[in-house]
C-alpha cells in the first residue's frame, strides 16, 4: 500500500522523524542527567508510546483515565493522570491500581487530599498523589511560596494517601520567545517544584518525585538541579507550535494530514481538498505567533513544503489551498485527483480527530504500518 | 443513571429541545411546501437521525462516505454526498450503489464529470450528480451566470453518468447579521439553484433536484419557488453561534458537554473543570460576534446558564471558568466535585470530540439512554 492508495483524508506519521526528536530530547536529557516521563496524551497510541517510553512498562504520563486504562492493559505499570483529581474519579483509579498499575494522582487542594486519604483508607490501600505546583500562572497548581497550604495540603494527603511529589507544567513556554526566555521559563518550572519539595521536606513530609515538563522547557533547561523527571509530549511529533517556538524545524514535523484536490477557485487562487477542520482540528496556535500558517503547511505527498502554501481556510470538510498573504508564493499546478500533505499547527489536535496513523519512511510513500489510536474518556 | 454518575467529561443531549427544533424546521418547510433532506454530520448518529429524516430510509445529506456507509448499513436509501467528489473515491460510491443506495455525488467541474461519467460506463451503471453552485463565493461550485461551464459539466456527466440537478450551500449566511440580511442570502441562494437550474433544462439537460441548504438560510427564506428540498443540519441541536446570528435562543440548544470541578485559582476569579478543549473542540465561532462566548456558556446541572459565566479558556484537558469580562457577572459557589454543563459554540465540532450522546429530558437529571455517535473517514 501507497499513500496513493489511501482513502483520504487521514493522517500520516513519518516514523524517521518521530525517532530522531526521540532521540533528541533522549540525548539531551540524558546530559542533564534526568529522566523521561513521556506524555502518552500527544500519541494516544500503543505503538508510539513504546517508541518514546524506557521500557513498555513506563514510566509514563496521561491526561485522561481513559488512557491510563488504555496504556495499563498494554503493560505500562508506572503513570502519573496529570490533570487534578475530581473525587469521583476515584474507584476508577482504585480499580486501575488494583490491577498492578502504579497510577498517581494530581492534586492542589485540601478538599482534594481529604478525599484521596479517605478513599485510600476506605479501600485499604494508599492512592499516591503529587501536589501541583503553579510555576507561571498559566492554569492550576498550589504557588511554590505558599507553604501553608503545601503543607496543609500535604499533611492531610498522608492521613491515608501518600505524597509522591510535586510536579508543574510551563504552559507559560509556549508563549516565549528567544532562547534566554525559554531558558528563563526552564529554570522557573525547575525553581518553583524544588522549593516546593524544599518546603514539604523541611514539614517532615516526602517527598520522592520532582517533576516538571514541556516540551519548550525540555529543549532548553540547562541545569534540572533536584529535578527527578521530565514530562513532555508533543516533542515526539513536533508541530508548527513548536516550530514557530524555535524549538524545532518544519522538517522535524512527523505528522501530516493527507488530502486529495477536489476543486478549483481559479480566480481566486483557491484550490480545495478534502481535509476541513475535521480532519486538521481547528487548532489555530500559529495566529498569535510571526507567522500565522492558517490550519496548517501544505506539502507534496513526500511530506516537501510548497513554498507559502498554507491551508487558509477551512469548512467541516473542505480546505481551502492559498498562497500566503503577502508572500512571494505561486500556487502549484495541482489537478484534481492530486494528494498533497498538510502539516499541523498542534500535533495533539489534529491528532486527536483521526484514528489511525500510517506510517511512512521520510520522503517515501510506502506505507509500512497502521497504528491504531484512540480517544473520549 | 443520572448526570450525577457519568464519568465527565461527557457529551449531554436535551431531547426535548432536540425534538422542538425539528418540529420548528418541519412546521417552516411546510409552510413553504418543500421536503427537509437532513444534513447528519451533525449528529452521525443512527438514532438522532431517525428522529431528523422524513423517514428511516431518508432522504438525507452526508459529508463523508464513512457517513454514507454507516447510514446505508441502519437503512438509509437517498443520500447526497454533499462535498466535491474526488475520482478516487468513486469505487466506494459504487459499492454503496450496488448495496441499493441511491447515493448522489457532488462535482464543480469537467474534470469530475468526465470521470464520474467514465466510472458510470465501466460499471455499467450511472452513479447521478448534482452540480454545486456557488451562490455567495464562500467556498466551492459554479457561478450560476457561467452558463457554458455548467452546459460543459452537465454534458460531459450525461456520457455514462446522471445529472441529477443543481445544489448550493449559503455558507456565507453564517456571517450576516439581522433578518432582512438573511432573507436577502436565502433568496440570493434560492435564485442562484433556480437560475441554473434554467440554464441547464435550457440546453435540454435534465434538473430534477434543485437544492439549497443552510440552518439560517432555511428558518429565513420567505419563499422557495423552484426549489425543491432544503438540507440543513445543525437545526437539530442548534448552538451559539446560531444563538448569535439570531436563529434561536440560548434555551433551544440541545447539546451540552458535562464537566466537574476540578480546582480553583481564587485571586484570579478562575474555577477549573475537566472539559477543555478535547472535549469542547476549539471552535471559537462566536468570537467574531458580538458576543464572544469563549469555549461555551456555563449553565448548572439541569441545563440553566448561569448568568455571564464563560469557559473563558481551555488546555486540552483542562477548562477555567470565568465571568465575561466586563459583566456584571458573579463567579457562582461551585466546590471540588460539583458538576457543570457547556453548551458549545460549534454543535457539529464539539459533538465530533465524542463518542456518544447520553439523553436527558429538559430540566431533568435522569439518563433515558446513550446513543452512539461516530467519526472518520
Chains 1, 2 share one sequence.
Not at 524555535?246 to 494530514?257: P, Y
Request: proline share 5%.
Amino acid at each position: 500500500m501507497t499513500l496513493d492508495e489511501l482513502d483520504t483524508p487521514c493522517l500520516v506519521l513519518d516514523a524517521d522523524r518521530m525517532e530522531r526528536n526521540v532521540a533528541r530530547l533522549r540525548g539531551r536529557l540524558a546530559d542533564l542527567g534526568v529522566g523521561l516521563r513521556p506524555h502518552l496524551k500527544t500519541g494516544k497510541s500503543v505503538e508510539v508510546a513504546r517508541r518514546v517510553m524506557d521500557s513498555p512498562q513506563g514510566p509514563a504520563t496521561v491526561s485522561t483515565l481513559k488512557e491510563a486504562e488504555r496504556f495499563a492493559v498494554s503493560g505500562v505499570r508506572d503513570l502519573i493522570y496529570a490533570v487534578g483529581i475530581a473525587p469521583a474519579k476515584l474507584p476508577h483509579v482504585l480499580a486501575l491500581r488494583s490491577q498492578g498499575v502504579d497510577l498517581v494522582v494530581l492534586l492542589d487542594t485540601v478538599e482534594q487530599a481529604e478525599a484521596v486519604a479517605a478513599a485510600s483508607r476506605e479501600a485499604g490501600t494508599a492512592i499516591p498523589a503529587m501536589i501541583e505546583i503553579d510555576c507561571d500562572g498559566h492554569r492550576a497548581g498550589v504557588l511554590p511560596t505558599d507553604a501553608a497550604q503545601l503543607v496543609a495540603i500535604g499533611q492531610a494527603l498522608q492521613q491515608g494517601g501518600e505524597l509522591r511529589g510535586v510536579l508543574t507544567h510551563a504552559g507559560g513556554s509556549y508563549t516565549a520567545r528567544g532562547t534566554e526566555a525559554l531558558q528563563q521559563c526552564a529554570e522557573e518550572e525547575r525553581r518553583s517544584v524544588v522549593d516546593a519539595a524544599t518546603i514539604l521536606r523541611g514539614a517532615g513530609l516526602p517527598c520522592p518525585v520532582v517533576s516538571i515538563g514541556s516540551t519548550p522547557t525540555a529543549h532548553n533547561a540547562t541545569d534540572l538541579t533536584g529535578v527527578t523527571e521530565v514530562r513532555a509530549g508533543v516533542f515526539v511529533f513536533f508541530d508548527l507550535v513548536m516550530a514557530g517556538v524555535g524549538i524545532c524545524q518544519i522538517d522535524d514535523i512527523a505528522l501530516s494530514v493527507l488530502a486529495t484536490v477536489i476543486g478549483h477557485q481559479h480566480e481566486k487562487g483557491w484550490i480545495l481538498i478534502d481535509a476541513g477542520w475535521m480532519a486538521m482540528s481547528q487548532d489555530r496556535g500559529t495566529s498569535k505567533q510571526a507567522v500565522s500558517q492558517g490550519y496548517g503547511v501544505v506539502c507534496d505527498i513526500h511530506g516537501t513544503p510548497y513554498p507559502d502554501l498554507i491551508l487558509g481556510d477551512a469548512n467541516q470538510e473542505h480546505g481551502i489551498i492559498t498562497v500566503r498573504p503577502g508572500s512571494n508564493g505561486t500556487l502549484p499546478d495541482l489537478a484534481i485527483g492530486d494528494r498533497v500533505r498538510i502539516l499541523p499547527n498542534h500535533a495533539c489536535s489534529t491528532g486527536a480527530q483521526h484514528s489511525a496513523y500510517h506510517v511512512v519512511r521520510s520522503l517515501s510513500t510506502e506505507v509500512e504500518a497502521a497504528w491504531p489510536r484512540f480517544g473520549g474518556w
